[in-house]
């Protein structure tokens, strides 16, 4: 698969006006995580809205692919991009985080186009590869994606997923990381150091693509390679900044999970050119 022009400036565009109505649903509830949502954008974007064969008329298709964002605070995006394939109201995100909204803090399979809970960081990678080996074992092409945040993978149940996929050669799976090198309570390096990831994960057995996170052309090539390889499944490292788009956030780790005043709201609006 291959981006044209046209299409890429296509959804840029998707991606601001993303950015803008994300933020001001977190406004707006005056709760949850912007940080870690805007960062993930362009991961989101392009696979729900160019890559994944989905649709929402078919929600149970067993030929579906599946994703499932490990990364549940950044549930904002996710939600966004759902209402773009119609599984959810053009309204719905009006009601983030409201009691009995569909849209809650982190995502819930009551939630049309869920296909995982999300909420303790750490289980995404093992119930991807659950799904994916299933999928393997049922004769399917359909692919499986896990979302994950490079905090995360501070968490000893990632690499226990990651050491038993390639057993399984699961290249059905493609786990990306949105290394955005800020977590809650400050950088990686900070907080414990991830080191070489790319290293790591090569050594427990896995192919690696490292691409900017931000550039659709080098996202969309580095999904090429991962459906290209077989045998083995595919991380995708997709370097990223925290509160990408949004000048006072980027890379601060203070926006990780943080209500939007009302000034701070109206200088993101002026800057990604939505409506207060």
């Known amino acids: 698969m291959s981006l044209t022009k046209e299409r890429e400036a296509q ?8 950015r803008v109505d994300v933020l001001t649903a977190i406004h707006g509830a005056q709760s949850g995580h912007p940080g870690g949502s805007l960062s993930v954008c362009e991961i989101l974007t392009l696979l729900y809205q160019e890559r994944m064969h989905i649709d929402a008329k078919r929600p149970d298709d067993p030929e579906r692919d599946r994703l499932v964002l490990s990364k549940g605070h950044a549930a904002p995006m996710l939600y966004r991009n759902l209402v773009e394939k119609g599984y959810l109201p ?13 849209l809650q803090g982190h995502p819930a399979t009551h939630t049309p186009g869920v296909e995982m809970p999300a909420g ?63 977590q809650l309570d ?11 990831l790319a290293a790591k994960w090569r050594a427990f057995g896995w192919n690696v693509v490292e691409c900017d996170g931000h550039d659709l052309m080098a996202l969309d090539k580095a999904l090429d390679k991962a459906e290209a390889v077989k045998g083995v499944p595919t991380v995708i490292i997709a370097h990223t900044v925290k509160g990408k788009g949004v000048s006072f956030m980027e890379g601060k780790s203070a926006w990780h999970g943080k209500a939007i005043d009302d000034e701070s709201f109206a200088k993101a609006m002026q800057e990604l050119g939505g409506a207060v």
């Open 120 to 182: 303790p960081l750490g289980l995404g990678l093992a119930a991807a590869q659950g799904m994916a080996l299933g999928l393997k074992l049922d004769g399917s092409n359909a692919r499986v994606y896990a979302v994950l945040g490079d905090g995360e993978t501070n968490e000893g149940a990632v690499w226990e997923a990651a050491t038993s996929a390639p057993k399984f050669a699961l290249d059905n799976l493609c786990a990306i990381v949105d290394y955005n090198k800020v």
């Open 186 to 196: 400050g950088t990686t390096d900070e907080v414990m150091p991830l080191r070489d």
């Open 90 to 102: 053009k309204d719905a995100m009006a009601s983030l985080r409201k009691t009995n909204s569909l």
């Open 11 to 18: 959804l840029k565009e998707l991606c601001r006006v993303f």
